[in-house]
T-cell receptor, first 114, second 116 residues
């Protein structure tokens, strides 16, 4: 069965520093890949997605992610973090060969300090 | 379009009570699904449906029932609530993966359920 691993449970960065959140998936073919963000007490907001084509995808709020097939990874990056980026981030994978919906990683909680 | 709507937003139940979480979408999506979110566990799939009259189990289906009598609605029933079902529940919908319009899953705002 496919799985999604987010190795970092909690990351703390300083405001203005760069950010990279890791995501690895286990699946034979290239699935659709997503990053969602959830602010405290809120629902899920789609940051970006990868279906095919250019392996570097741009999303909202200045985020980008790079798909690396050889590493089965889809890491999320932002060059300069703002305090409002403090939230929980979820990587998700969509198995295109079946009917099952998204499989989510366990999430990475981002804290931003001054 | 209202998108994906969920009611209620908050609910407190006693152990053994039953209730139905409502989910509706107005985007004519074939696929609908229910997830539960618990701290440190991410979102786990409870049940999903690929069209009216068709449902299937996800990763954590025990204690929950679903039905899909219309394209728009996908209610989640707790038959006899247990404290382990205290969680935040999200409903989601999308076009079929075989539809060229498929692009993402759309999530509702969630229902926060506490079982005492």
């Amino acid at each position: 069965a496919q799985s999604v691993t987010q190795p970092d449970i909690h990351i703390t960065v300083s405001e203005g520093a760069s950010l990279e959140l890791r995501c690895n998936y286990s699946y034979g073919a290239t699935p659709y890949l997503f990053w969602y963000v959830q602010s405290p007490g809120q629902g899920l907001q789609l940051l970006l997605k990868y279906f095919s084509g250019d392996t570097l995808v741009q999303g909202i709020k200045g985020f980008e992610a790079e798909f690396k097939r050889s590493q089965s990874s889809f890491n999320l990056r932002k060059p300069s973090v703002h305090w409002s980026d403090a939230a929980e981030y979820f990587c998700a994978v969509d198995d295109l060969s079946g009917n099952t919906p998204l499989v989510f990683g366990k999430g990475t909680r981002l804290s931003v300090i001054a | 379009n209202a998108g994906v709507t969920q009611t209620p937003k908050f609910q407190v139940l006693k152990t053994g009570q039953s209730m139905t979480l409502q989910c509706a979408q107005d985007m004519n999506h074939e696929y609908m699904s229910w997830y539960r979110q618990d701290p440190g566990m991410g979102l786990r799939l409870i049940h999903y449906s690929v069209g009216a009259g068709i449902t299937d189990q996800g990763e954590v289906p025990n204690g929950y029932n679903v039905s899909r009598s219309t394209t728009e609605d996908f209610p989640l029933r707790l038959l006899s609530a247990a404290p382990s079902q205290t969680s935040v529940y999200f409903c989601a919908s999308s076009y079929s993966k075989r539809d060229s319009s498929y692009n993402e899953q759309f999530f509702g705002p969630g229902t926060r359920l506490t079982v005492l």
